[in-house]
């Protein structure tokens, strides 16, 4: 296996009033290509500010991170902006599907906003809602799914752009426990028929331990669990 992800001596501090709120502090993390991570820690250690960072959502105040060839963490705004768009998928607790859009619409968007032609959009999309089994569901609106419904279509608007990281931000965490083990399953299928490279993290210790290693996030660094 060859590093696809490499973080260093990152550190990302938030300014509250007149308070510094120190998150991150001299962070490393290596992630193998065709790696699924978990990253576990309490509510508010960082883990949310880690994937953002890594995925580009936000800029960091020290370090450097590097996805396969990228640096991202040195690059212009446009740069990581596109790079981001192309390379990375998202998939958050909860599932910020668009209410007005169908389920194969609200897939098929990224593709729309990158101006590919419905006539491959929508097939494509209609694929991946079948891999997450959803055929039956393509013109439903996200009203009328289950939450774990919902959330499987976020899903297949995470892959759809075909990225090469996925990065998961507790996306069984408002989904109750069966639920959520199927969704976690859903991920780990996704991540081997895909070739992922996948960051997840979660506060589910037993779900955390089917991927294949487990990191800690305490006092602003990652640790062996």
Sequence with gaps: MMSFLQVRSLT??????????SILRGLDLTVERGEMVAIVGASGVGKSTLLQVVGGLDRIDDGTIVIGDMDVAAAADNTRVAFRNRQVGFVFQFHHLLPEFTAVENVAMPLRIARIPPGDAIPRAEALLHEVGLSERVAHRPGMLSGGEQQRVAVARALVMRPALLLADE??????????????GLLRRMHTAHGLTSLIATHNLRLAESCDRVLRLEEGCLHPC
């Design 12 to 21: 990302k501090t938030y300014t509250i009033g007149d308070r510094q709120l």
């Design 171 to 184: 996306p069984t965490g408002d989904l109750d426990e069966q639920t959520g083990e199927e969704l976690h």
